[in-house]
């Protein structure tokens, strides 16, 4: 078994293990044991505990960049930010850590619910705001950093919301109309648009690959 092996069936076992029972409940011991290593084979990879359950969630966040990265190479409408927007709420909702992240769930996250602003990417995103600003995709009325605000708001209410049948369209529907101007976009400017988006969000899971991969915080 090579390095990258060992490490992603460590962060295997932790996430499994990190759902059952909970960030305060489980040892590195717990860990080693369920991915068949030895104890001291997790600290080869990372330094503490808490590094890495940090990389656990790191890996999450960027398999779901790479989600977005796909959906906007399948269709450029997805450059568009309420469908961004859409296939980003439904990703993480596929992902029960990432639903405890959002909800800084203190079952699952222990202490870490209180870090857990500094595992999101939003800043990231500025980029990507950048880049519908300049095309006139989104609404010109509001300071760029205002708008940010307003956007991740309304995304963190939804997340934070309870379950409801086709919240993502409705979050869709929400983001469109409170800040996308009227009418429809010019799909040659989306298609034009679609690979720089691309690269920006691909930029965002590298980002988070970088602190888990290879084992490596």
């Keep these: 078994m090579d390095r990258r092996e060992r490490a992603e069936r460590i962060l295997d076992a932790a996430a499994d293990l990190l759902l059952r029972w909970g960030y305060q409940k489980v040892t590195v011991d717990d860990v080693a044991d369920r991915a ?33 990265v796909a959906a906007v190479r399948a269709d450029p409408r997805t450059v568009l930010l309420h469908e961004l927007t859409r296939v980003n709420f439904e990703s993480v909702n596929r992902r029960p850590l990432l639903r405890a992240l959002t909800r800084a769930d203190p079952n699952v996250l222990g202490k870490l619910a209180r870090e857990r602003a500094e595992s999101r990417h939003d800043e990231a995103l500025a980029g990507y705001f950048r880049l519908l600003t300049e095309h006139g995709l989104v609404r010109d009325d509001l300071p760029f950093d205002d708008l940010r605000y307003a956007w991740h708001a309304t995304l963190e209410g939804f997340f934070l919301s309870p379950p409801h049948p086709g919240a993502a369209d409705l979050l869709a529907a929400t983001v469109r109309g409170a800040f996308e101007p009227a009418g429809e976009p010019d799909p040659a400017l989306l298609a034009e648009l679609a690979p720089r988006a691309a690269e920006l969000l691909t930029e965002i899971g590298n980002e988070h690959r970088t602190f888990y991969d290879g084992g490596n915080p």
């Design 36 to 68: 068949g290593v030895g104890k001291g084979t997790v600290y080869l990879h990372w330094k503490s505990r808490q590094d890495l359950f940090h990389s656990v969630f790191r890996r999450e966040l960027a398999a779901a960049s790479d989600e977005l």
